[in-house]
Structures are given as C-alpha cells and as structure tokens.
C-alpha cells in the first residue's frame, strides 16, 4: 500500500483546522437577521393595523398598569425586553396575511399590491425594544410601527391609510368606526382551535358588518314579519354599504390577482358571508347587494336565526366579523377567534340601555 503522501496530510490538516471556523461563520449567519422583502408604499397596499394587545398577549402587563401606573409598567417592561410575548387573538390573522404576501411575490414581484401590517399602540416608545424583539423572535414582517406614548392613536390611522384595524379596546374601536375606518375589537376564543397556515380565511356577518343597519332598524321598529315582508319589496334595491364592506372590496381584489393566474381553487383566501338572515326570506337581497358592487364571498351561510358557532368551528376562520355580541360570544366558545364591529342600532340600544342604569349625578 502506498503512503500517502506529505503535502496532501498537511492539506488534510489545514482543512480541518479551518473547518471551525466556518462552522462558527455559518452560525452566526443564522443569527443574523435575515433580509426582509421592501415594504408596499402604503398608498398602494391594503393596510391592517394592529394594537399591541391584539397582536400579543399583555394581560400580565396591563395589569401592572393599572395597579401600579406607567412608570412601573414601563420599567417592567424594560426589564423583561428579551422575553418575547406570547401570540394574541390577531397573531394567526396576521401571519395568514404574510402568507398570502409571500404568494403575491412570487407571482408579481414588482407589485406592492400586499397587505401591510402596522403595529398601532400607544404604549410609551420604551417598550418599543421589547415589542420588536418580539416581531423579530416570530419572524413577523412588521416594519411600520407607530407608539403614541399614552395618547390615542385613532387620529394617525387615516395618515397610515388604515384598511382595517383590530384591537382590544372598545373605546378606541368605536372611535375609529366614528372616523369611517373599518375596525373591531377582537377577542381570543376559549379554547385553540388550529387554523389554515396556508389560506386566509375571513368569515362576516351582513348587516351592519357589510351592509348598513337599515334592514335591522326595521326588525326594532316593527318586528320579523314586518322586516320580512320589507326584503321583498326592496330585494332588488341594494343594501347601502357598511364599514367593513371596503375591507372586503380589499380582499376580492387580491383575489381576483390569483384568479387571473388561473389560480381560482388555489387560491389562498377564502371569505364566508354567515348571517342569521334566512335564504328564502331575506337571502336574494343580501346576495343581490354584493353583486351590485361587483363583489362576491366564496361561501354565503344563511343560518335563519340558528347559532353561528358550530358553522364557524367548522370554518375556521382567522377572523370573523359581527355587530352583535352574543354572536361574537357564541363564535369565542367554539375556539373561532372573533370581533366586534360596534356599528348601527344595535349599539344605540345598548348605549341607551347602559345610560339608564346610570344613576343622575346631577
């Protein structure tokens, strides 16, 4: 057997003196953040905006602050930076969102047609650090960031071109719906049901979600068989639009990208109208409504005052959508993350109803 020969042992021993180094290069390649695609321009991309308590879970954080006040929650914060949150009620809505994104690049690269998410919070620009290591730990593209230090941020969604913003304080919801922005308090379900990680699904009730509260004043006014009898008179006069009814325009649009890429039944959202309207009765009008727009959902669920809950655990939607809560709480006991849009009559009835109560101080 021949011996091998001098150069190639010292060949040998070199590489394998470099080899760590090289594995310590590629480690610390891994670590480093790794390029993100270029944010649309937010004049032409479908803009969601999420609070920080949507986005993550701060309930032990919240209650720092409300017992102890800002200086000790900003200091907590500080203190656990490095600690990432867990995922809130939007987080699995949000990284649907990222995946349709990841989609629309490969298909239209130059496009900034996307959605664009913006983290809107008015915690104090401190807590920043820990709210963007978190992103980071998650791997969220979240490069818009606005920290409004106590104050409301409602007045920076139009600036922000706002599609849709989720949170989970009412107070702030409401304003937003009383600024024509399509918004809702979202709540976490009771229990976790597991979602699509590859389509984005969007469930919406129709009136005062969709479409205007008009057919619902007349069910206060004068009853079911009185609004009944008004659908049919009215079935081929369109509904008048409600606030979440451009979110949907939004969401058709991208659609109708993957469908002009013969990607119809591939496509990666998918959106239900669910509504307590029944098909005979009142059906035609709410679907004749949609077509006068030019829009459509994949699926209308005409339930006839059924509960919305067992047909939305089989959906399972991201998100769904309705002005009433019991439907809202039904949704949240079956494990479908669910919020509030605070429009219409309904709401009035319920401010009324709260102001009775409501002692005189007077």
């Known amino acids: 057997m021949?011996?091998?020969h001098p150069g190639a042992a010292a060949a040998t021993a070199a590489g394998a003196?470099?080899?760590p180094w090289e594995e310590a290069k590629?480690?610390?390649?891994?670590?480093?953040?790794?390029?993100?695609?270029?944010?649309?321009k937010p004049e032409n991309a479908i803009t969601i905006a999420v609070s920080s308590r949507a986005l993550f879970r701060m309930e032990e954080e919240q209650k720092i602050y409300n017992e102890q006040g800002v200086e000790a929650y900003v200091k907590y914060q500080l203190d656990h930076e490095n600690e990432p949150f867990l995922p809130g009620a939007a987080f699995p809505f949000v990284k649907a969102l990222e995946a349709v994104n990841t989609q629309l690049r490969e298909l239209y690269p130059d496009s900034e047609e996307l959605f664009d998410i913006v983290l809107m919070t008015n915690n104090h620009a401190q807590v920043g650090v820990r709210l963007i290591n978190s992103i980071n730990h998650y791997d969220l593209f979240i490069e818009r960031f606005c920290m409004t230090g106590g104050n409301s941020p409602i007045c920076y969604l139009k600036a922000y071109h706002t599609n849709l913003y989720l949170s989970s304080d009412a107070e702030k919801v409401s304003g937003a719906i009383e600024e024509g922005i399509a918004a809702a308090t979202i709540f976490s379900p009771s229990k976790d049901l597991e979602v699509s990680e590859n389509q984005l699904r969007v469930a919406f009730d129709g009136d005062a979600v969709l479409f205007s509260d008009e057919s619902e004043q007349i069910v206060k006014a004068h009853g079911l068989d009185m609004f009944f009898e008004h659908e049919k008179t009215h079935e081929n006069k369109p509904l008048a639009q409600g606030p979440l009814k451009g979110f949907l325009e939004a969401l058709g649009k991208l659609q109708k990208k993957f469908y002009?890429?013969?990607l119809r039944m591939e496509c990666p959202i998918r959106t239900y109208l669910v509504t307590a309207r029944s098909?005979?009765?009142s059906g035609a009008r709410a679907l004749k409504t949609l077509r006068s727009w030019g829009l459509e959902t994949d699926e209308a669920l005409f339930l006839a005052g059924a509960p919305k809950g067992p047909l939305l655990k089989k959906i399972r939607p991201h998100i769904f959508f309705d002005d009433q809560m019991f439907h809202v709480e039904g949704a949240k006991e079956m494990g479908t993350i669910a919020a509030h849009v605070p429009y219409g009559i309904a709401q009035k009835h319920k401010r009324m109803a709260r102001e009775k109560q409501t002692p005189n101080s007077k």
């Open 279 to 281: 098909a005979a009765s």
């Open 26 to 40: 590629a480690f610390y390649d891994n670590l480093a953040p790794k390029k993100k695609p270029k944010s649309p």
């Open 17 to 19: 003196a470099e080899r």
């Open 2 to 4: 021949e011996p091998p």
């Open 260 to 262: 002009s890429k013969g």
